[in-house]
């Protein structure tokens, strides 16, 4: 998967330092094996109980700023609780094949605290879960970047993945 741009598009700002001080150290390991690119987005900010509509309305617009930042060609994968379940395994291979099949840029993209608008998954080539269990969104980063991570150790062959 040597030459593939990896474009994370996230929705809200890691603000507490073992956060930050996890994606740093990932997005550092990422750096021998593609081209990564972090984008962070602002939430929208809504009242302290919002409103279904409010928030819809906030995921709307969210989607509209996501939309402007995606690559054109890119394959894109929505990171969303009612995707599918992937071993790291598959999910090498999943990235493999697309990497394989002259699509050299991957994008990802992790909603707000309130979640996805339904118009970016729709766009997405692939919706995948973490797990059925509710995580922070800004954990969902270190997750994603340690997976990835985890992704190309797995097609180089080595002991990290066991």
Not at 50 to 60: K, Y
Not at 119 to 132: C, D, I, N, V
Request: hydrophobic share 40%.
């Amino acid at each position: 998967m040597k030459g593939v741009s990896i474009h994370i598009i996230c929705v809200g700002k890691l603000k507490e330092k073992f956060y930050i001080d996890g994606a740093a150290e990932y997005v550092k390991r990422l750096g021998g094996y593609c081209k990564l690119q972090l984008t962070e987005l602002p939430e929208e900010r809504l009242p302290q109980n919002p409103s279904r509509a409010q928030i819809d309305a906030a995921l709307e617009k969210e989607a509209a700023a996501v939309t402007a930042k995606l690559p054109k060609g890119a394959a894109v994968v929505a990171l969303c609780v009612e995707g599918e379940l992937l071993s790291s395994e598959k999910l090498s291979a999943r990235l493999e094949k697309w990497t394989g099949s002259g699509t050299n840029t991957l994008v990802f993209l992790i909603g707000s605290s309130y979640g996805m608008h339904p118009s970016l998954k729709e766009k997405a080539s692939l919706r995948l879960s973490m797990s059925p269990m509710t995580f922070p969104h800004h954990l969902a980063r270190v997750m994603l970047l340690e997976q990835i991570y985890r992704c190309f150790k797995i097609q180089e062959g080595s002991g990290y993945h066991k």
